[in-house]
């Protein structure tokens, strides 16, 4: 099945500054890639996504590229601020669609 | 708004009960799914349902059992209990060419 490996498990930036997360997955049928983001106690919630025919998203301060050859794809947020501290979770879809594989998930925090 | 509603939102419980965590939707989507999260493992799928009467086990299934009572309502339920299966179970939905939805979680303690 498909396998997702996400780096790093934490991530720690001053405000202002750019962090990226990364991802890769393993199964090449896959066609779909969200990002979710979780604060404490909540439930994860869809902040961008993309498929496989695009290589780059952007909305506002954050984007997603994706690199179908190498089986990666990233999430950058630039100009962090306070409220971006959570847990991101990336995902990869497969099985025609059918299943979300989660990687373990990257705690940021943006630090005054 | 269309949303996806979990119950009970907070659980203890002893090993060996039997547990029943229910799921409910407004959404209108066909597809269902249970996972379990757990700190540093992400989430992780039990069971998925694409509709009333499809049932499909998730990678993480044993010990697990699930029921679609009708198209709106994904029922995860813990035969007898184990200390393990303390974790965070979030039910979800979908549909073809939407992102999937959360519910807002249950917290599973098992004593």
């Known amino acids: 099945g498909e396998n997702v490996e996400q780096h790093p498990s934490t991530l720690s930036v001053q405000e202002g500054d750019s962090a990226v997360i990364k991802c890769t997955y393993s199964?090449?049928?896959?066609?779909?890639f969200p990002w979710y983001k979780q604060e404490l106690g909540k439930r994860p919630q869809l902040i961008i996504d993309i498929r496989s025919n695009v290589g780059e998203k952007k909305d506002q301060r954050i984007a997603v590229t994706l690199n179908k050859t190498a089986k990666h794809f990233s999430l950058h947020i630039t100009e962090t601020q306070p409220e971006d501290s959570a847990v991101y979770f990336c995902?990869?879809?497969?099985?025609?669609?059918?299943?979300?594989?989660f990687g373990t998930g990257t705690q940021l925090k943006v630090e005054l | 708004d269309a949303d996806v509603t979990q119950t009970p939102r907070n659980r203890i419980t002893k090993t060996g009960k039997r547990i029943m965590l229910e799921c409910s939707q407004t959404k209108g989507h066909d597809r269902m799914y249970w996972y379990r999260q757990d700190p540093g493992l992400g989430l992780r799928l039990i069971y998925y349902?694409?509709?009333?009467?499809?049932?499909n086990k998730g990678e993480i299934s044993d010990g697990y059992s699930v029921s679609r009572q009708a198209q709106a309502k994904f029922s995860l339920s813990l035969e007898s209990a184990i200390p393990n299966q303390t974790a965070l179970y979030f039910c979800a939905t979908s549909a073809p060419g939407t992102p999937w939805f959360f519910g807002p979680g249950t917290r599973l303690t098992v004593l």
């Open positions: 199964d090449s049928a896959s066609n779909y």
């Open positions: 349902s694409f509709d009333v009467k499809d049932i």
């Open positions: 995902a990869a879809c497969t099985g025609g669609g059918n299943k979300l594989t």
